[in-house]
C-alpha cells in the first residue's frame, strides 16, 4: 500500500465541546508536537487483509472465538441469538468472522473493496507486522484526520452538509437505516472525497484501531441521537481481544 507521508508538526488535539463526551476523555484540548510519519490513505480493505491470511495462515480472534458481534439489522434471523446487555442491537453470530462479516454463509467476494472488520486489536498489529508498517497512535490518527484544519469538528469543517461526506446512520436509530448516503453497512473505502491530506473515510464507515487499544472516527452505526463519534476527536476504548462488524484499522509507519 502506498502511504502518504505527513509533516508532522505541533496542533491541537482533542475537544471539550458540549457535543464531546467526558467519559471519553476526548479533553482538555492540548498542544501535541508529532515528527514526521506516513499513514495509509484508506482503512485497509478485504482484499489486503485476504493476501495476509494466504501469505501466513493467520487465526483472527473471531476464528479463535468462534463468533462475533453482528448489528441485528444485518441478521437474517436472530431468535435465540445473544444479544450484548448494553447495546441490545449487537447479537452474537456464531461463525461471523472476516470473510464471513454476517456469518457462514455470507462472504466478503463483493466487498474486496470495503474495509476489512471482525478484526480484534491483535489482528490489526499481526498485519501492520507482515506489511512492514505499524499502527497509528492517537495523536498521529487525528492530526492525519483533521487534514491541517485547526479544532474543527469533521475532517470538512464544523457542519454535517449534505451530499453525505461520509457512511454515517440515517434513519431512527437502532431500528431504521434509510440508508440516504448510498449505504446501510460498510462503504468502499474510498467512497467518499479525502480530506486535504488526501485520507478516505476518517470518519464514518467503521471505527479504527490505533497503536494503543482504542478506536477512532465512528463507524457507519453512528448518529446524533446515540453516538455522535463520527468526529475527529472522538475515541472509544474497546478490549484488545474484541471484534465487531464495524471495526476496522488503517496503518501507518
Known amino acids: 500500500m502506498d502511504l502518504v507521508t505527513l509533516a508532522g508538526g505541533t496542533f491541537l488535539m482533542g475537544s471539550e465541546a458540549p457535543y464531546a463526551w467526558p467519559e471519553d476523555g476526548e479533553g482538555p484540548v492540548r498542544s501535541v508536537t508529532l515528527a514526521p510519519f506516513a499513514i495509509s490513505p484508506t482503512a485497509v480493505t478485504n ?19 468462534g463468533w462475533s458481534f453482528v448489528f441485528h439489522l444485518h441478521v437474517k434471523d436472530t431468535a435465540g441469538l445473544q444479544r450484548a ?11 461471523a468472522t ?14 474486496k473493496d470495503h474495509p476489512v472488520v471482525h478484526v480484534a486489536h491483535t489482528d490489526a498489529l499481526a498485519y501492520a507486522e507482515w506489511s512492514g508498517t505499524r499502527l497509528p497512535t492517537e495523536a498521529e490518527w487525528e492530526l492525519a484526520a483533521r487534514g491541517g484544519l485547526v479544532q474543527k469538528r469533521y475532517p470538512w469543517g464544523d457542519e454535517l452538509v449534505e451530499p453525505w461526506p461520509c457512511n454515517i446512520w440515517q434513519g431512527t436509530f437502532p431500528d431504521e437505516d434509510t440508508g440516504e448516503d448510498g449505504y ?16 478516505h473515510n476518517m470518519v464514518g464507515n467503521v471505527w479504527e484501531w490505533t497503536a494503543a487499544p482504542v478506536t477512532r472516527g465512528g463507524s457507519y452505526l453512528c448518529h446524533d ?29
Not at 446501510?184 to 485520507?199: I, M
Not at 441521537?225 to 509507519?253: D, E, I, K, Q, W
Open 85 to 95: 446487555v448494553a447495546a441490545p442491537w449487537w447479537v452474537a453470530v456464531n461463525g
Open 184 to 199: 446501510r453497512g460498510t462503504a468502499p473505502v474510498d467512497a467518499y472525497a479525502p480530506n486535504a491530506f488526501g485520507l
Open 47 to 65: 482484499a489486503e487483509f485476504a493476501r495476509f491470511i494466504a501469505a501466513t495462515g493467520h487465526v483472527t480472534e473471531a476464528q479463535r472465538y
Open 225 to 253: 441521537s446515540y453516538c455522535n463519534r463520527y468526529r475527529v476527536s472522538a475515541r472509544n476504548a474497546l478490549h484488545p481481544a474484541s471484534s465487531a462488524g464495524n471495526v476496522g484499522f488503517r496503518v501507518a509507519r
Open 98 to 111: 472476516w470473510d464471513h462479516p454476517e456469518g457462514p454463509k455470507t462472504g466478503y467476494e463483493n466487498r
